[in-house]
């Protein structure tokens, strides 16, 4: 099947109305990255503030696999320990309260997202409980096989989205 290139063939038309469908989002636009990286890259740094790092597992695709391209953007990747490639909301939480509670995180680097893949590195999946549990009143924003928190209820301000 030949087919017009740079999206706009119909395939990317009908895939670009279910996820303005999905996101419940109709006067949206939607625009495709060409890579993992480069979207987590894109995304990571469109979210968050200069001065803010992403929490992941130390075994996340963000940590390991990409070649230090969400810190060449400037924002440092925070690990947590993984447990069979995963992380929990215990873990985040104990994490933002330490960061809130240290009397020098004005030096720290501040925590403004959470990524998640969904298969890990590790092939494990999250139970929607453990999701419901984690990101409990939070927005998920899944760009390709990757979900992130901006929405984590935190003491301080994330950067709005524009
Ligand atoms: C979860 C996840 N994120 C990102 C990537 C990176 O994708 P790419 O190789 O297209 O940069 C991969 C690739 O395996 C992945 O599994």
Request: charged share 15%.
């Amino acid at each position: 099947m030949k087919m017009p290139g740079y999206g706009t063939d119909d395939i990317c038309a009908s895939a670009s109305q279910k996820i303005l469908a999905a996101c419940n989002a109709p006067d949206g636009e939607v625009y495709f990255l060409t890579g993992g990286t480069q979207t987590n890259a894109v995304v990571i740094d469109a979210m968050l503030a200069s001065y803010q790092g992403v929490i992941a597992a130390d075994t996340g695709h963000v940590s390991l696999h990409e070649a230090g391209a969400i810190e060449y953007g400037g924002h440092k990747v925070l690990q947590l320990p993984h447990k069979l490639g995963k992380i929990s909301a215990e873990q985040i939480a104990a994490f933002l309260d330490n960061f809130a509670a240290d009397a020098n995180h004005d030096h720290m680097v501040m925590p403004g997202m959470v990524y998640l893949s969904h298969p890990t590195e590790y092939g494990t999946l999250y139970s929607k409980q453990e999701l419901q549990t984690s990101m409990m009143s939070a927005r998920l924003i899944i760009s390709r096989s990757i979900w992130m928190v901006p929405g984590w209820p935190m003491r301080w301000p994330a950067r709005p989205m524009n």
